[in-house]
């Protein structure tokens, strides 16, 4: 069956770059999302990548896509103490079903 | 972005009551919405997806009879846990979606079962 893993928890200095990884099994995945949860707020979408498509930017967020390993990752330049928060890997055939990763929490520290 | 509410936001009860969450578009009407199921460090599971006006269709092992879901309008679902028991203890969450477009995710309800 579908399965999308991330590690757990990530740790980073303000100022610095954070690389959060993400693992899918599904090869028909067609869009692959990365969403953010704070506290008290529902979960937002910060962007997705088509699965033709290796590498996104967008400001300080860059997705990469290695479809041969079905690996994803986020990067998000210069981390903020306000991009603390659990960040969700998301895949989906269509735009209906999503799946979803355990969730990375990020602590950024200053 | 598009507004998405719960209420409540957060609930305690007894076992063996039923308990009923909102989920609300507050500024579209959302032909499709979807109920996740929240557990502590762990991803979201999708429970159930419902169009407005039909039937809810439910994810492999979700009880339907338990989890009873109304789409009645284009801004309102509800999903009401019934005869709660402490294992249905969660983090509900909702999303709306007009038109196959990007699912707008409510800021979710913990449920407590005592």
């Known amino acids: 069956g579908e399965d999308v893993e991330q590690s757990l928890f990530l740790s980073v200095r303000e100022g610095d770059s954070s690389v959060i990884n993400c693992t899918y099994t599904?090869?028909?995945?067609?869009?692959l999302y990365w969403y953010k949860q704070e506290p008290g707020a529902g979960l937002q979408l910060l962007t997705y990548i088509f699965s033709n498509m290796d590498m996104k930017q967008d400001q300080r967020l860059t997705v990469l896509l290695n479809k041969k390993d079905k690996h994803l990752s986020l990067r998000i330049a210069d981390t903020q103490t306000g991009d603390s928060a659990i960040y969700f890997c998301?895949?989906?055939?269509?735009?209906?079903?999503?799946?979803f990763g355990t969730g990375t929490r990020l602590q950024v520290f200053p | 972005g598009a507004v998405v509410s719960q209420h409540p936001s957060w609930v305690i009860c007894k076992s063996g009551t039923s308990v009923k969450i909102e989920c609300r578009s507050l500024d579209f009407q959302a032909t499709t919405m979807f109920w996740y199921r929240q557990f502590p460090k762990q991803s979201l599971m999708l429970m159930a997806t419902?169009?407005?006006?039909?039937?809810?269709?439910?994810e492999q092992g979700v009880e339907k009879d338990k989890f009873l879901i109304n789409h009645a309008s284009l801004t309102l679902s509800t999903l009401t846990v019934t005869s709660a028991h402490p294992e249905d203890s969660s983090f509900y969450i909702c999303?709306?979606?007009?038109?196959?477009?990007?699912?707008?995710f409510g800021p979710g309800t913990r449920l407590t079962v005592l």
């Open positions: 998301a895949e989906s055939y269509n735009t209906d079903k999503l799946i």
């Open positions: 999303s709306a979606q007009l038109a196959g477009d990007e699912q707008f």
């Open positions: 419902s169009n407005e006006g039909s039937k809810a269709t439910y």
């Open positions: 599904d090869s028909s995945s067609t869009y």
